[in-house]
């Protein structure tokens, strides 16, 4: 995973956090064992000493591992104090309304992501967002419950139908993220992936400029088929 929007870098961290407190638990067990191992143990045929552990060795260790926790606590916190934080968008960004986020409307269903833009463009599978951007994603499904998860922007939000769901992040550089599936979804759910293109505020007004006259044109098409009595 390479963090690419604020709240990733504190899901990251907090992993770290993780493996390294685990790292500490397995080599703290193994050498107590080893100690013990090589204090106690008796010669070939002699009976080793039979010990009996004091309330005073159990307090010492429920004090250690007490203490442990409560360090593990405060640092989690204090180093993913800004994992509440909403990203703001930066100069680089599509500049759309002051402190107001670029909303796009993410729609689930079996088995396909639908993006409708602001302007009534719409894309299937592939998402298209400005860079530096702060990006707000109204998840929605019109069927079952699908996941929206792209690892390197945004932590797993679900799309729930009857249900308004929003999913927050800003992308630091241009560049392709994919995302996977992570909730089945029914039988298509492997392959029910999506990608989001991160690119320039420029290259994101365009886009929503073709794609719009694209689907028109396409929708013209159809409808002078239908005129001519043909069907498309
Ligand atoms: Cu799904």
């Given amino acids: 995973m390479a963090p690419h929007s604020p709240g990733t870098e504190q899901i990251?961290?907090?992993m770290s956090v993780g493996f390294v407190a685990a790292a500490i638990v397995v080599v703290a067990v193994n050498a107590g064992l080893f100690y013990a191992l090589r204090r106690y143990r008796a010669d070939r045929g002699s009976e080793p000493r039979q010990l009996s552990g004091g309330r005073r060795i159990q307090f010492r260790v429920g004090a250690v591992l007490t203490a442990f926790a409560a360090i593990l606590l405060v640092v989690s916190i204090v180093l993913t104090e800004?994992?509440?934080?909403?990203?703001?968008?930066?100069?680089?960004?599509?500049?759309?309304?002051?402190?107001?986020?670029l909303?796009?409307?993410?729609?689930?269903?079996?088995?396909?992501?639908?993006?409708?833009?602001?302007?009534?463009?719409?894309?299937y599978y592939k998402?298209?967002?400005?860079?530096?951007?702060?990006?707000?994603l109204d998840l929605l499904s019109t069927d079952v419950v699908h996941t929206w998860f792209v690892p390197d922007l945004a932590g797993k939000r679900d799309a729930v139908p009857g249900k308004s769901n929003e999913v927050v992040f800003s992308a630091d550089e241009e560049?392709?993220?994919?995302?996977?599936?992570?909730?089945?979804?029914?039988?298509?759910?492997?392959?029910?992936?999506?990608?989001?293109?991160?690119?320039?505020?420029?290259?994101?007004?365009?886009?929503?400029?073709?794609?719009?006259?694209d689907i028109q044109a396409a929708q013209?098409?159809?409808?002078?088929?239908?005129?001519k009595g043909e069907t498309p």
């Fill in 220 to 227: 013209d098409r159809v409808v002078g088929l239908i005129q």
């Fill in 82 to 101: 800004k994992a509440r934080e909403t990203p703001t968008t930066g100069a680089a960004g599509l500049q759309v309304a002051k402190s107001e986020p």
């Fill in 103 to 123: 909303r796009i409307e993410a729609t689930g269903q079996q088995w396909l992501w639908r993006y409708d833009y602001p302007n009534e463009a719409f894309s």
């Fill in 175 to 213: 560049g392709t993220y994919e995302g996977s599936s992570a909730t089945l979804s029914g039988q298509g759910y492997a392959p029910m992936r999506t990608a989001v293109d991160v690119v320039s505020p420029q290259e994101y007004e365009a886009f929503l400029k073709s794609q719009k006259a």
């Fill in 127 to 136: 998402l298209v967002v400005p860079v530096d951007t702060t990006v707000a």
């Fill in 12 to 14: 990251d961290t907090l």
